[in-house]
């Protein structure tokens, strides 16, 4: 039986969101629903534009029944116990 491989991890040194890394993270402890929304929708438009957004996916949907949280590959997702990542449903 081989053992199972890690997801590859992208190499960032071509990717648009290269020291943008907080527009992408899980809301902060104290930081409101309506700033969260602004900085996903922020962090959505750079990966719109990024070379490497495929090998991105890629990524995120090679993650075994991890919690996947904030914004990747262009999708923003929501805390899940699943083993597939579920994007957020948007929401005003």
């Not at 991890?9 to 890394?21: E, K, L, N, T, Y």
Request: some cysteine; proline content about 11%.
């Amino acid at each position: 039986m081989t053992e199972p491989t890690s997801p590859r991890i992208p190499d960032p040194s071509r990717a648009a969101c290269v020291g943008q890394w907080q527009l992408f993270d899980p809301p902060g402890e104290d930081e409101l629903r309506k700033h969260v929304q602004e900085r996903w929708n922020r962090a959505v438009a750079v990966c719109a534009g990024c070379p490497v957004i495929d090998q991105c996916r890629e990524y995120v949907d090679e993650l075994p029944g991890r919690l996947v949280y904030g914004v990747f590959a262009g999708t923003r997702y929501g805390h899940t116990t699943n083993k597939a990542p579920r994007p957020l449903e948007a929401s005003a």
